[in-house]
C-alpha cells in the first residue's frame, strides 16, 4: 500500500505524521491538518486525465479536478521516444493508453520535489522506464524504486531535449532545454524555477510561491544565465503560463528587475 498527499499530490511509500515536502517553508500543510488520499479514492470521485496539444510534439496533462498542487505535466516528443515532465499526482489507464498513443515514454523526470507527483507509478503505467531525480533533492523522494535514478550537471536524455540544473527555487531546481520547439527556435520547460507571469512578457524568480519568499536578486541573475547559455523563442512553466515570444530576453530583463528591487534601486517608489 503506498499513499498520495492530498495537499502536494505526492506519492509516498507509508503513510507519515506529516509529509515532509509539505511540511517545508516552501510548501504548505493545511490548518486541518496533514491528509492522504490514493487513486482509487481519486479516481472513485472522478478524476480523469485530459490531454491537449501544446505545439507541435509537446502535449500538457492535466487532471480535473485537480489533485495536490495540480500542475500541468509536459510530454515532449522526438523521433526516437519522449520525455514526461513534471508527472501528475494521479493516473489511470486511460491516461496511460492516451500518452502511449503519442509515442514512447523514456524515462519521466520532475523539476523539482513539488512536482515528484506519483512519478514511480507513471514508470511502471509506461513501462518501468527511468524516473530521474536530481541528486541535490535525492532526499526528498518519499517513495522508493529500483527505476529511480539520480543525475546531476547536465544531461540530453534524448536528442536535443536537455535537463539542466539552475537550482534557485531548490538545489536541484531543473530545466528542459528543447531544440526543436517553437518551429526550430527553441523552447524552454522551466517548472517553476522560473515562472510565466499573467502578463505573459516578464517572470519570477521565487524560493515559494505561496508563501511568497523570494530568491535573492544574485541568485535570479545566476538562473537567467543559466538558461541563457542557449537560445530558445518560447517558455512553459508548470501550469498553463507560456512566454510565447522572446522568451530569452524576457528572462534576462525580469532577472535585473529582480535583482534591481531586491538591492534597494527602487525604494523611493514605496
Given at each position: 500500500?503506498?499513499?498520495?498527499?492530498?495537499?502536494?499530490?505526492?506519492?509516498?511509500?507509508?503513510?507519515?505524521?506529516?509529509?515532509?515536502?509539505?511540511?517545508?517553508?516552501?510548501?504548505?500543510?493545511?490548518?486541518?491538518?496533514?491528509?492522504?488520499?490514493?487513486?482509487?479514492?481519486?479516481?472513485?470521485?472522478?478524476?480523469?486525465?485530459?490531454?491537449?496539444?501544446?505545439?507541435?510534439?509537446?502535449?500538457?496533462?492535466?487532471?480535473?479536478?485537480?489533485?495536490?498542487?495540480?500542475?500541468?505535466?509536459?510530454?515532449?516528443?522526438?523521433?526516437?521516444?519522449?520525455?514526461?515532465w513534471d508527472p501528475l499526482g494521479y493516473v489511470d489507464d486511460e491516461a496511460v493508453a492516451a500518452v502511449r498513443a503519442?509515442?514512447?515514454?523514456?524515462?519521466?523526470?520532475?523539476?523539482?520535489p513539488h512536482m515528484f507527483g506519483v512519478q514511480v507509478e507513471w514508470s511502471r503505467a509506461v513501462g518501468g522506464v527511468?524516473?530521474?531525480?536530481?541528486?541535490?533533492?535525492?532526499?526528498?523522494?518519499?517513495?522508493?524504486?529500483?527505476?529511480?535514478?539520480?543525475?546531476?550537471?547536465?544531461?540530453?536524455?534524448?536528442?536535443?531535449?536537455?535537463?539542466?540544473?539552475?537550482?534557485g527555487h531548490f538545489p536541484g531546481s531543473a530545466v528542459v532545454h528543447w531544440a526543436a520547439g517553437a518551429d526550430g527556435?527553441?523552447?524552454?520547460?522551466?517548472?517553476?524555477?522560473?515562472?510565466?507571469?499573467?502578463?505573459?512578457?516578464?517572470?519570477?524568480?521565487?524560493?515559494?510561491?505561496?508563501?511568497?519568499?523570494?530568491?535573492?536578486?544574485?541568485?535570479?541573475?545566476?538562473?537567467?544565465?543559466?538558461?541563457?547559455?542557449?537560445?530558445?523563442?518560447?517558455?512553459?512553466?508548470?501550469?498553463?503560463?507560456?512566454?510565447?515570444?522572446?522568451?530569452?530576453?524576457?528572462?534576462?530583463?525580469?532577472?535585473?528587475?529582480?535583482?534591481?528591487?531586491?538591492?534597494?534601486?527602487?525604494?523611493?517608489?514605496?
Amino acid at each position: 500500500m503506498w499513499w498520495i498527499c492530498a495537499t502536494c499530490g505526492v506519492e509516498h511509500g507509508e503513510r507519515v505524521d506529516v509529509c515532509a515536502v509539505c511540511a517545508d517553508e516552501r510548501q504548505w500543510v493545511p490548518a486541518s491538518g496533514q491528509s492522504w488520499t490514493t487513486l482509487d479514492e481519486l479516481a472513485a470521485a472522478g478524476t480523469h486525465v485530459d490531454v491537449r496539444e501544446l505545439e507541435p510534439d509537446l502535449f500538457g496533462l492535466t487532471t480535473s479536478p485537480g489533485v495536490g498542487i495540480g500542475q500541468e505535466s509536459k510530454v515532449v516528443r522526438t523521433s526516437v521516444g519522449m520525455l514526461l515532465w513534471d508527472p501528475l499526482g494521479y493516473v489511470d489507464d486511460e491516461a496511460v493508453a492516451a500518452v502511449r498513443a503519442l509515442g514512447e515514454v523514456v524515462a519521466v523526470v520532475a523539476s523539482h520535489p513539488h512536482m515528484f507527483g506519483v512519478q514511480v507509478e507513471w514508470s511502471r503505467a509506461v513501462g518501468g522506464v527511468p524516473v530521474l531525480v536530481a541528486e541535490a533533492d535525492r532526499h526528498w523522494v518519499a517513495r522508493e524504486d529500483p527505476a529511480i535514478e539520480s543525475w546531476r550537471g547536465e544531461l540530453e536524455v534524448l536528442p536535443g531535449v536537455v535537463l539542466s540544473q539552475p537550482g534557485g527555487h531548490f538545489p536541484g531546481s531543473a530545466v528542459v532545454h528543447w531544440a526543436a520547439g517553437a518551429d526550430g527556435r527553441g523552447a524552454l520547460l522551466s517548472g517553476d524555477t522560473i515562472f510565466a507571469n499573467p502578463d505573459r512578457t516578464s517572470v519570477s524568480f521565487m524560493r515559494s510561491y505561496p508563501n511568497r519568499i523570494p530568491l535573492s536578486g544574485a541568485v535570479a541573475e545566476r538562473v537567467a544565465a543559466h538558461v541563457a547559455r542557449r537560445p530558445f523563442e518560447r517558455m512553459y512553466n508548470n501550469f498553463e503560463g507560456v512566454i510565447p515570444a522572446d522568451a530569452r530576453e524576457v528572462v534576462l530583463r525580469s532577472a535585473a528587475r529582480h535583482a534591481a528591487w531586491t538591492r534597494g534601486d527602487h525604494d523611493s517608489l514605496t
